[in-house]
């Protein structure tokens, strides 16, 4: 008879084997991509096949089996320590395997039938090995969260979109699409969310025995989303004069990240208190709240922030408008020109508010808006490209180098804010260079 965990056993063995000596070292550059694709893809497949283990183990550990249970049988307490115990993992980790298990395997009626699995989208994305365990416990938790209220035709829609969007993303971009998604099931749940924010806002200050000034704080997203965007332009401006050779000191050039940040805040702290200096690198810092016109007149819905992954309310948003430095994202307004052709060189302001109404922000990698400038997709020099919109993309300039060095390209399809942008990598990543969808198509919610 055939054993049918041979080639469990056998893949194990092989990658036993890849400890052996030099093994992995003298691989080839695609080669090692490659291997890390094929074990990225492997560990996908080992947490279905985990977590339907794990659920099964709890189906035969219930309560109501007494010592008679699986778990206790094994002498563990319950079933998630057993789970737990032998992956060497929390026993948290191990409840959320069973979770998924349960929630992914086919069901038993009462009367003895099978039901498909009570999340099939989700459940199918996971035995194909486009996601892993850990994605779909966050899609299943909100859904779970939000069915009562949502209703099963309006969550179906949702995990479908989910477990088609999830794969690609890192756990907190797919973590940024479930907020607005459980935000469109469920727009009452925001504001109740919201209030929960707004009551834990709390910043401390206090001077160590160093004499260091130690600030920590936290803020929800509307009293946070001025100081996250402040700080981020003005450290994005330094980075950017330290690059171009326009830094003041060399010992500028030296700061990491959160020592340029808490320069910020010092810095943002003096002009409030002196109001006499104007070399504040602030131009473009914008808070840039969007909203469906429909839910602006109807107050239902809810409302976004461009850079922070939090949704809120209507009337957060109404509130926020009637306040200084906030602008609200309908464009081409006041007759603003926002295709300029040959004309200029430089992309405008209302263009780029444009662009990241399309893009989001970086539309490669999903970097916020005040981390990106507006590229020319056709070159301005060498291709005689336009400063039009259709020939702008928002990138950071990690990614906007990795595109140009690496022979990337960038194709639009639509016209438009509510065009899409696709990267297309060289052929010695992908020789059928499929195209990989970028921008605010990626990683927020379907129109």
């Known amino acids: ?22 093994a992995i070292e003298a691989l080839a550059p695609g080669a090692l991509i490659r291997l890390n694709e094929q074990l990225a893809d492997s560990q996908r497949l080992l947490d279905a096949a985990r977590a339907r283990v794990a659920a099964e183990i709890a189906r035969q550990s219930r309560p109501e089996l007494g010592a008679g249970g699986l778990a206790k049988q094994q002498g563990f307490r319950n079933p998630t320590a057993l789970i737990a115990t032998v992956g060497g993992t929390s026993a948290g980790e191990a409840a959320r395997l069973v979770k ?25 994305a996971l035995a194909a090995g486009r996601i892993g365990a850990a994605a779909s416990s966050a899609i299943i938790t909100m859904l779970d969260k939000v069915a009562l209220r949502a209703g099963r035709d309006a969550t179906d829609e949702a995990e479908k979109m989910l ?25 009452a749940g925001v504001e109740v969310r919201e209030e929960e924010l707004r009551a834990e806002r709390a910043l401390h200050i206090y001077e160590d025995r160093r004499g260091m000034i130690v600030v920590n704080g936290k803020f929800d997203p509307e009293h946070g989303a001025s100081v996250k965007i402040a700080i981020e332009t003005m450290v994005g401006a330094e980075m950017r004069a330290e690059r171009d050779g326009a830094g003041a000191t060399t ?42 016109h429909e839910d602006l007149v109807a107050g239902s819905g809810h409302a976004t922030i461009d850079g ?16 200084g430095g906030i602008i609200s994202c309908v464009l081409g307004a006041d007759g603003e020109i ?5 004309v200029r060189r430089l992309f405008t302001p209302a263009q780029k508010l444009a662009l990241v109404e399309r893009d989001g922000g970086c539309a490669k990698c999903g970097a916020p808006p005040s981390h990106t400038k507006t590229h020319h997709i056709r070159w301005w020099a060498r291709d005689a490209g336009p400063t039009d919109l ?33 990267f297309l990598p060289p052929a010695h990543i992908d020789p059928e260079r499929t195209p990989q969808l970028g921008g605010r198509a990626r990683f927020d919610l379907a129109a």
């Open 251 to 292: 010992d500028a050039a030296r700061r990491s990240v959160p020592q340029m940040q808490a320069d910020a805040l010092s810095r943002l702290a003096e002009h409030a208190l002196g109001c006499a200096h104007t070399d504040l690198p602030l131009q473009g810092a914008t808070v840039v709240v969007r909203i469906d």
């Open 1 to 22: 008879m055939t054993d049918p965990l041979a080639p469990l056993a056998a893949a194990v063995d092989s990658a036993r084997a890849l400890w052996a000596e030099d």
């Open 338 to 342: 926002l295709d300029w052709g040959r």
């Open 163 to 187: 477990a088609e969007k999830a794969p690609g993303l890192t756990s907190d971009q797919l973590a940024r699409l479930i907020s607005r998604a459980e935000a469109r099931l469920d727009p």
């Open 390 to 422: 259709d020939n702008g993309v928002l990138l950071c300039e990690s990614c906007h180098h990795r595109i140009h060095d690496n022979g990337w390209d960038i194709q639009i399809e639509g016209t438009g804010t509510r065009a899409k942008v696709w």
């Open 100 to 124: 998924v298990g349960e929630a992914t395997a086919p069901r038993v009626t009462f009367s003895g039938e099978t039901a498909p699995a009570r999340y099939p989208h989700v459940a199918a």
């Open 308 to 323: 922070i992954a939090a949704p809120i309310s209507v009337s957060t948003a109404r509130r926020m408008a009637a306040g």
